[in-house]
């Protein structure tokens, strides 16, 4: 099969169907589509990220700690995420700084589901450090959101250089920090 859009070459590799270019997008690529496209050419290159730098390690401590007696971790093909007790789908964020990058995050998971599995569910995003949590549907203006954002991210991955550097306030705190500005 040849999947001229990559939505329909997502879903067929998704399907497990034949594709002549497979195309996966994780849900980490949809986040940093919204937060910095250079960040998702690096994470579709493989490139690791500094684990040490004080954002990852304090987002990876959240993670592992929030609700962990509430949720459980589900691998379906290209996406992994976790499932409350109660069947909805949770995405735990150590901040509400970067809120639509996470509802993105989560949204995708929810169309991913809805798409390829035929599960339909909620979703919550958790801000556990500030006590937050914001209930998330999958809506038709998320779900063409979304597809405009797979496309979007075909599009970068496409290319055979990152984006330009654009320095944004949390630049800082990045874990790609060193290969933009060093």
């Not at 939505?7 to 937060?35: I, K, N």
């Not at 496209?37 to 579709?44: P, Q, T, V, Y």
Request: proline share 6%; charged share 30%; glycine share 4%.
């Amino acid at each position: 099969m040849t999947a001229a859009d990559p939505v329909d070459r997502l879903l067929a590799t998704a399907r497990g169907e034949p594709v002549d270019e497979p195309f996966r997008v994780t849900g980490v690529m949809v986040q940093y589509y919204y937060v910095c496209k250079r960040e998702l050419w690096f994470e579709s290159r493989n490139l690791e990220i500094d684990r040490e730098n004080a954002t990852v390690v304090r987002g990876t401590r959240v993670d592992e700690t929030a609700y962990s007696d509430k949720r459980e971790n589900l691998h379906l093909g290209m996406i992994s995420l976790d499932l409350l007790d109660d069947g909805r789908v949770v995405e735990v964020k150590p901040s509400s700084t970067l809120t639509e990058p996470a509802e993105m995050q989560l949204s995708y998971y929810l169309w991913y589901l809805d798409r390829v599995a035929d599960i339909q569910r909620d979703g919550v995003l958790a801000h556990p450090r500030e006590r937050k949590r914001e209930p998330v549907k999958l809506t038709t203006e998320r779900a063409e959101k979304i597809e405009t954002a797979i496309r979007g991210i075909y599009d970068i991955v496409s290319q055979s250089s990152p984006p330009p550097a654009e320095e944004k306030p949390f630049c800082d705190s990045c874990a790609y920090h060193d290969f933009c500005w060093c």
